[in-house]
């Protein structure tokens, strides 16, 4: 073999042994971060170096052979004592039974000077009352006929359940996080009452039927503003095609943070037809992470992407366990960032502009900070490594996180969405799946208003229960004031 070949065969081996590197670093990585999903919450906070050392200094790490003898003196000095806050005070709303306690001694002839007042809390369990309505029937003079009262409207046509029993049915399966069969068991147990399971998901069905034109309303609201942020969660649905098998379908979340309303559209799969047919017609900003689906909707010129910081910094979280000093390094300029602004929205409050110029002053030379000290390290560190990831990562975001300060009123991150989609993951774990895929549809349906009723700090049970008993008649030009929140917003 030629001295020439020797090199192209040492290069080679070389390229290969560098790729096996690779390899390795990107396997044992996510190794590790199965591991974390396997043995619990994955946490994401950070605690930067410099407050370890600082904390260091009380740990006694010197070992005995080195600490040096030192004279002691006692110090004494004097504090003023912390006065407890004592219990919460019990909401004012609640009703109260008074119950009055006499002495057992005689108190006769004896002048009352005062009376102390204790009060603690009882619970009394829901009930469930049989409404029975009486319409008397009234014979008309000369035999012209019966007069007879009208039935009330009731959500579902014939059925037995009021609107507040649907309220509570739905409210227990989609916040409570109670599947049928178990409300049924808690039916029976505390009422002797058992409904089928099959009366209650054509409830379901029936509700959302009533409630879709108002979903619409819901939908058109959001799409009319200029801002919104957009996710997206994974979701079993039972495949009729395939007995016993389930489709992996998807719950497209689409949020408003300015008019706090939150709508999940589901779609059977993540491709982009479903988020390109909604979003047709949309114009403004689009804030979501860096799955590529948006990149194409972003082609659009009537919409304009701006990034999420969080995507952006979990992935230097990821990176920890493979390269931790790079990755601190990002992640204490990620949490001035986040003190900065944190500051701002307390000094701007709702003034947008003022927010907007403290942000270009005090946030937007940290994300240049971040961007420069990763092209100097890009290309240091192997591209398919956690850090390495996480740099490219950043790098090809980087104009979308640069739109997030065009405008006041844009999120660093998509932390609310993330939020909304919380319960649906919660419920996840209770339902497992979905029994077809228009049950994953009105599942969206009411994930929609429950969520909105949750960011407009509206009780979701109260919400449905008025809301199924207008909706029957209530004007189709006038629905938005049945939405969560409408009545507030307007009454101020």
């Given at each position: 073999m030629t001295y020439q070949e020797?090199?192209?065969?040492?290069r080679d081996l070389q390229k290969k042994e560098k790729a096996s590197t690779a390899r390795i670093v990107s396997l044992e990585h996510q190794l590790a971060q199965l591991y974390k999903l396997i043995s619990g919450f994955k946490s994401e906070s950070f605690i930067s170096q410099a407050v370890v050392d600082q904390l260091s200094l009380f740990s006694g790490d010197d070992s005995p052979e080195t600490v040096e003898e030192t004279p002691q003196e006692t110090i004494t000095y004097s504090r003023d004592k912390k006065k407890h806050?004592?219990?919460?005070?019990?909401?004012?709303?609640?009703?109260?039974?008074?119950?009055?306690?006499?002495?057992?001694?005689d108190t006769t002839g004896l002048k009352k000077i005062g009376e102390e007042v204790t009060e603690t809390l009882e619970y009394t369990p829901a009930s469930l009352i049989k409404?029975?309505?009486?319409?008397?029937?009234?014979?008309?003079?000369?035999g012209e006929g019966v007069l007879i009262a009208a039935l009330p409207t009731r959500p579902i046509d014939k059925s037995i359940a009021e609107a507040c029993l649907l309220a509570h049915i739905l409210v227990g399966k989609y916040i409570d996080h109670l599947p049928f069969y178990r409300q049924i068991q808690m039916f029976k147990r505390d009422f002797g009452w058992e409904p089928a399971q099959s009366?209650?998901?054509d409830w379901m069905a029936s509700c959302c039927q009533l409630l879709e034109p108002?979903?619409?309303?819901?939908?058109?609201?959001?799409?009319?503003?200029d801002y919104i942020q957009a996710d997206e969660s994974p979701i079993k649905v039972l495949d009729s095609d395939k007995k016993g098998s389930t489709h992996q379908g998807y719950q497209w979340v689409y949020h408003d943070p300015v008019q706090k309303l939150v709508l999940f559209n589901y779609r059977k799969g993540r491709g982009q037809h479903g988020p390109k047919e909604l979003l047709a017609g949309y114009s403004g900003y689009l804030q979501c992470d860096g799955y590529t689906v948006y990149d194409k909707i972003g082609t659009d010129p009537k919409i304009a992407l701006a990034g999420c910081l969080v995507h952006a910094r979990r992935k230097f979280h990821d990176a920890l366990d493979s390269d931790k000093k790079q990755a601190e390094k990002a992640l204490a300029i990620f949490r001035d960032i986040y003190l900065e602004e944190r500051k701002i929205k307390e000094e701007a409050q709702d003034d947008l502009e003022a927010r907007k110029r403290q942000r270009d002053i005090?946030?937007?030379?940290?994300?240049?900070?971040?961007?420069?000290w990763i092209e100097g390290q890009q290309f240091r560190v192997l591209p398919?490594?956690?850090i390495g990831k996480a740099m490219t990562y950043?790098?090809?975001q980087y104009p979308k996180l640069e739109a997030i300060f065009e405008d006041g009123r844009i999120e660093l991150d998509n932390n609310l969405i993330e939020n909304a989609i919380r319960p649906m993951a919660i419920g996840r774990k209770n339902f497992l799946f979905c029994g077809s895929h228009k049950a994953a549809q009105n599942a969206a349906m009411l994930y929609s208003f429950f969520g909105s009723c949750k960011m407009q700090g509206v009780n979701p049970r109260e919400w449905l229960k008025e809301t199924l008993g207008r909706i029957p008649d209530h004007s189709i030009q006038k629905l938005e004031e049945l939405l969560p929140g409408y009545q507030k917003q307007n009454s101020i």
């Open positions: 020797l090199l192209v065969e040492n806050n004592g219990r919460n005070a019990l909401p004012e709303h609640l009703p109260v039974r008074e119950i009055t306690i006499e002495p057992e001694e409404r029975r309505t009486i319409r008397p029937k009234y014979a008309k003079a000369d009366t209650m998901s108002l979903y619409n309303t819901l939908k058109q609201k959001i799409l009319a503003s005090r946030i937007k030379p940290l994300l240049v900070q971040i961007k420069t398919q490594s956690p950043f790098i090809n």
